[in-house]
C-alpha cells in the first residue's frame, strides 16, 4: 500500500447561538461606544514547572493590550474582575447533542480547563475549555473519518486595531460559546479537506443551535506529508480556500524537506549564534531602508550562513528558505531582512555585496543575511534567522501558521506543547448524568439528508437544490417562506443564485438578517413589485434600508395589467417595423427591452403572456389595414 502524499486532520470551531459561557451577557457583535481598559501579560509556569514555548515567544514581544467592553455583552467576567458563573446549560446541552449525533462517548463529568494564551486575545491569560467528548465518526463521498474530540470552549476577544506596542481588542466576542471539532489525521486529499468541513459544519447547523455569517466558523488545518512535521494552519474562515491552503501547505513542506537535503549533502553543520556589526561596511549604501534606519540611529548587523547559497530564493525562486527566515524575524518587530540570494537589489549595489562577502569571510556556496534596524530588534530578528536555518537541516519545523488571503500561510508561533493546559479552579465539575443523556438522545434532530428529502416533499424543490440549501443552512428560512408565503422555488433561486452572484459582485448579503429576508418575500407575495427586481432590492436593502426603502428607491410600484398593456403596446408601436418583419417571432427580442422598462414591476410570466397578447393584436390590426 502506498504512503499518502498527505495526512490532515481538520479542527472546526463553531459559535453557538446562546448566551456567553460564564456569564448572562448577549453572544452578539456590536459597535457601540465602550469603556476601555489596559493591561500587560506574562507567562507562567505549568503544574510541571514549565513555561509553553509558544507562550514564551509571545511574552518576546513586549505588547501592551488595551481592551473595548461594550455595555450588554461584556461585564466584570469578560474582564477577568469577577469569577466565572455556571457554564451555559444551552451551550452544553448543544455540543451534548451533536456528540450523540456522531456516536461518540460522552464523559462522565465535564472539567473546564485553562489553555495558556497571552497574545492579549484573553483577558486573564487563558481560554477556558473542556473535552464533552471523544470518538465518532461521518461518513464523507463513502470514507469514515474518525471523530478524536468534541470540546467547549469560550471564543476570544476580537482584535480591532494594532500598533507599536500595544493591542486593542473588543470583548463582545470574548467568552461567546464555542464547540470544537476535531477529526483524527484521516483526511488524504485537499478536496476531501473541504468536503469534510462541509460535513461536520452541515451538521452542526442541524442543531439549530449555532451562529451564522463571516467569523463565526473557522476551521484549524493540521497538515503533514511524508517525511515532514504537523504544521496548523489556525483561522481559516473560506471554506472555499481550504483545498488551496492544504495545496500550498504540501509544496511548502516538500520544498522544505528537498532544502534539508541540499543542505546535508553539502555537509552543513549547525550554526552558531553569531551576530556582527556591518554598519561601517554599508554607512554609504543607496538603500532607502538602510538610510533610514541609520539615519535613527539603527545599526546594520549580518549574520553568516555557511552552504546556504540558493536556498534562500534558489531554482528560480522555488526554493524560498529566505522567505521563512524573514517571517520569523519579522516577529521580533522589523520590517524584514536582506539576504545574499536576492541581491543586488533594494538599493544595494553589487560592490557592497562583494564588501559584505569579504568582511565576513565568506567562500563560494555560502550565504548571508542582513537586517538595518535598531540594534536589540536587529539583533534579536537575526537570531531568529541563524535558529531557522538550523531548523532547516531537520527538515519541516512543527509551527503555527496564520492564512493568508492568497491561500498562503506565515509563521505566527511555534506549537505549543503540554506546558500550555492547567486545571480550571474557578468552575466546578459538571456531572453529565443519564436523564440529560436520555433527553437529549430523545430529541435529536434531523439529519441534514433527512431535512433535504422533506424540503422536496413538502416543497416541491428539487433533490439538488435541497441538497445545497440544506448545505448552506438555509432550510428553515426556506420552510418559513415557503409556509408563510407559498414562495419556495422563488425562495431556492434567490438564495443559491441571487444572493451569491450579489456577493461576487461585492455587496453584503450576510448582513441581512432572515426577518428583513422575510419582510421583502411579504411585499413580493403582496404584489408590491415582480419577482426580477429582487436582485436590484437586495443591493439596495444591503446599504442598510429596509424593503419600502429600497423599493421606493427603485421606483418600484406594482403595475396593474392595464398600465403594463399601454407600456407594452407602446413599445411595440415604435418597434413596428420590426414587430411586422419578425411577426410573433418578435416576442423573444422584446422581452428585454419590456423587462428593463418595467423594471421589476411586473412578474416575468405575466409580461410574456402580455406581450405575445399584444403582438398577435398588433399584428391582426396590421392585416385588416
Do not use: W
Not at 464533552?132 to 470540546?151: D, H, K, P, Y
Not at 537570531?383 to 532547516?392: C, F, L
Not at 433561486?493 to 456577493?503: A, C, G, M, S
Amino acid at each position: 500500500m502506498s504512503k499518502p502524499q498527505v495526512v490532515c486532520g481538520i479542527e472546526i470551531h463553531q459559535q453557538l447561538s446562546t448566551k456567553k459561557l460564564f456569564c448572562s451577557c448577549d453572544s452578539e457583535l456590536v459597535e457601540s461606544d465602550a469603556k476601555t481598559y489596559y493591561r500587560r501579560l506574562r507567562p507562567t509556569t505549568s503544574e510541571m514547572g514549565e513555561i509553553d514555548r509558544a507562550a514564551l515567544m509571545e511574552a518576546s514581544k513586549k505588547m501592551g493590550f488595551r481592551y473595548q467592553s461594550p455595555k450588554g455583552v461584556s461585564c466584570l467576567v469578560e474582564m477577568d474582575d469577577e469569577p466565572p458563573h455556571d457554564a451555559d446549560a444551552d451551550a452544553i446541552d448543544t455540543v451534548l447533542t451533536f456528540a450523540s449525533m456522531m456516536g461518540s462517548t460522552i464523559v462522565d463529568e465535564i472539567h473546564f480547563m485553562r489553555k495558556l494564551v497571552i497574545d492579549g486575545s484573553n483577558t486573564s491569560g487563558f481560554q477556558r475549555t473542556a473535552l464533552v467528548a471523544m470518538g465518532g465518526e461521518l461518513q464523507v463521498n463513502g470514507r469514515s473519518i474518525s471523530i478524536q474530540s468534541i470540546c467547549l470552549e469560550e471564543d476570544a476577544a476580537r482584535k480591532v486595531e494594532t500598533k507599536e506596542g500595544e493591542v486593542t481588542y473588543r470583548l463582545d466576542r470574548l467568552g461567546i460559546p464555542l464547540i470544537e471539532v476535531a477529526t483524527g489525521p484521516d483526511i488524504r486529499s485537499p478536496e476531501e479537506a473541504m468536503e469534510v468541513a462541509l460535513r461536520i459544519g452541515t451538521l452542526l447547523r442541524a442543531t439549530k443551535r449555532v451562529k451564522r455569517g463571516i467569523g463565526t466558523i473557522r476551521e484549524d488545518l493540521n497538515i503533514s506529508v511524508p517525511g515532514g512535521a504537523r504544521i496548523e494552519v489556525k483561522g481559516v474562515q473560506e471554506l472555499r480556500l481550504l483545498p488551496l491552503y492544504l495545496e500550498t501547505e504540501i509544496v511548502r513542506q516538500n520544498m522544505l524537506i528537498e532544502i534539508k537535503d541540499l543542505l546535508l549533502s553539502r555537509g552543513v553543520e549547525p550554526l552558531p549564534m553569531e551576530v556582527l556589526d556591518v554598519t561601517k561596511v554599508m554607512q554609504g549604501s543607496g538603500s532607502k531602508v538602510i538610510k533610514s534606519a541609520l539615519k535613527e540611529r539603527g545599526k546594520v548587523l549580518a549574520v553568516r550562513l555557511p552552504g546556504f547559497a540558493g536556498t534562500l530564493n534558489g531554482d528560480g525562486g522555488r526554493l524560498r528558505l529566505g522567505a521563512e527566515m524573514a517571517q520569523r524575524a519579522r516577529v521580533h518587530g522589523v520590517k524584514g531582512i536582506f539576504h545574499s540570494d536576492e541581491l543586488p537589489a533594494y538599493g544595494i549595489e553589487a560592490a557592497e555585496v562583494e564588501a559584505l562577502k569579504t568582511h565576513l569571510a565568506l567562500h563560494d556556496g555560502d550565504a548571508f543575511a542582513i537586517c538595518a534596524a535598531p540594534a536589540v530588534k536587529a539583533k534579536a530578528a537575526l537570531e531568529a534567522v541563524v535558529s531557522r536555518a538550523n531548523e532547516a537541516l531537520l527538515g519541516v519545523p512543527e509551527e503555527t501558521r496564520d492564512p493568508m488571503p492568497d491561500g498562503s500561510s506565515r509563521y505566527s508561533r511555534p506549537l505549543p506543547g503540554a506546558a500550555r493546559m492547567y486545571p480550571e479552579t474557578d468552575v466546578p465539575p459538571i456531572r453529565v448524568d443519564e436523564e440529560r443523556l436520555r433527553r437529549i438522545r430523545e430529541n435529536l434532530p434531523e439529519l441534514p439528508e433527512e431535512i433535504a428529502q422533506r424540503l422536496v416533499r413538502e416543497h416541491g424543490i428539487n433533490a439538488q437544490q435541497a441538497q445545497q440549501i440544506v448545505r448552506q443552512g438555509y432550510d428553515l428560512l426556506l420552510a418559513r417562506i415557503a409556509v408563510d408565503y407559498d414562495l419556495a422555488s422563488v425562495a431556492a433561486t434567490l438564495l443559491l443564485n441571487t444572493f451569491p452572484e450579489l456577493e461576487k459582485d461585492g455587496v453584503p448579503v450576510q448582513d441581512l438578517s432572515e426577518e428583513r429576508i422575510l419582510a421583502a418575500m411579504g411585499r413580493l407575495k403582496e404584489g408590491r413589485f415582480a419577482k426580477e427586481a429582487l436582485p436590484a432590492l437586495f443591493r439596495e436593502m444591503a446599504k442598510g434600508m429596509d424593503v419600502d426603502q429600497a423599493a421606493e428607491s427603485l421606483g418600484l410600484e406594482a403595475l396593474d395589467q392595464d398600465q403594463a398593456a399601454d407600456i407594452i403596446r407602446s413599445m411595440i408601436a415604435s418597434r413596428s417595423d420590426f414587430v411586422k418583419e419578425k411577426g410573433m417571432s418578435a416576442i423573444g427580442p422584446l422581452m428585454g427591452p419590456v423587462m428593463q422598462e418595467l423594471r421589476g414591476k411586473l412578474d416575468g410570466k405575466a409580461a410574456s403572456d402580455l406581450l405575445k397578447k399584444e403582438i398577435s393584436s398588433f399584428l391582426k390590426d396590421e392585416e385588416k389595414n
